[in-house]
T-cell receptor, first 115, second 108 residues
Framework: DTGVSQDPRHKITKRGQNVTFRCDPISEHNRLYWYRQTLGQGPEFLTYFQNEAQLEKSRLLSDRFSAERPKGSFSTLEIQRTEQGDSAMYLC?????????????FGPGTRLTVL | DAKTTQPTSMDCAEGRAANLPCNHSTISGNEYVYWYRQIHSQGPQYIIHGLKNNETNEMASLIITEDRKSSTLILPHATLRDTAVYYCIANSGYALNFGKGTSLLVTP
């Protein structure tokens, strides 16, 4: 399967713990995006990378959220000191920059449950 | 991005055409209309996009009104596997603003 992959698919954690999610984009896609989706809502944009550069991070939900893409390939999203309100699906997407349109390819998501 | 308005839910009989409307009356000239869908427990899937002209691909057709204030996604022969939430997005940048979408139920 050469699509976007995310790991883990499910994560259960206790309030106050730190969690980290990984996203592997489609090979040679140099744009990578993170979204969050809560129950009954559409995905909400969080942040965006072009290669290793994080070009948009103002929509990260708080300073507890951070993302990296150190070598321009896979990316990680970390949530520190998790809260129950962080429970959601975290989606990663990628796209090739040469596309004139904004077709983003999404992974299956990581479902986070904070107890 | 311009705000889009979609019906909360729609039903369609299997084999019939599904016509999903979207209102984007404040769309600006450089914003494209995108449609994505999300099948339960999966990530969103791109369907089609357009700027001014009607578009067709192997999945669907997109009809955009001449004033660009609304559009319709057409699934010509809906199948049970087309049951999903369909999102209409007016977008000119990298961040997709999904909204709540239309929940389409295709029935046998």
């Amino acid at each position: 399967d050469t699509g976007v992959s995310q790991d883990p698919r499910h994560k259960i954690t206790k309030r106050g713990q730190n969690v980290t999610f990984r996203c592997d984009p489609i090979s040679e896609h140099n744009r990578l995006y993170w979204y969050r989706q809560t129950l009954g809502q559409g995905p909400e944009f969080l942040t965006y990378f072009q290669n290793e550069a994080q070009l948009e991070k103002s929509r990260l939900l708080s300073d507890r959220f951070s993302a990296e893409r150190p070598k321009g390939s896979f990316s990680t999203l970390e949530i520190q000191r998790t809260e129950q309100g962080d429970s959601a699906m975290y989606l990663c997407a990628s796209s090739p920059s040469f596309h004139a349109n904004n077709e983003q390819f999404f992974g299956p998501g990581t479902r986070l449950t904070v107890l | 991005d311009a705000k889009t308005t979609q019906p909360t839910s729609m039903d369609c009989a299997e084999g019939r055409a599904a016509n999903l409307p979207c209102n984007h009356s404040t769309i600006s000239g450089n914003e494209y209309v995108y449609w994505y869908r999300q099948i339960h427990s999966q990530g969103p899937q791109y369907i089609i996009h357009g700027l001014k002209n009607n578009e067709t691909n192997e999945m669907a057709s997109l009809i955009i009104t001449e004033d660009r204030k609304s559009s319709t996604l057409i699934l010509p022969h809906a199948t049970l596997r087309d049951t999903a939430v369909y999102y209409c997005i007016a977008n000119s940048g990298y961040a997709l603003n999904f909204g709540k979408g239309t929940s389409l139920l295709v029935t046998p």
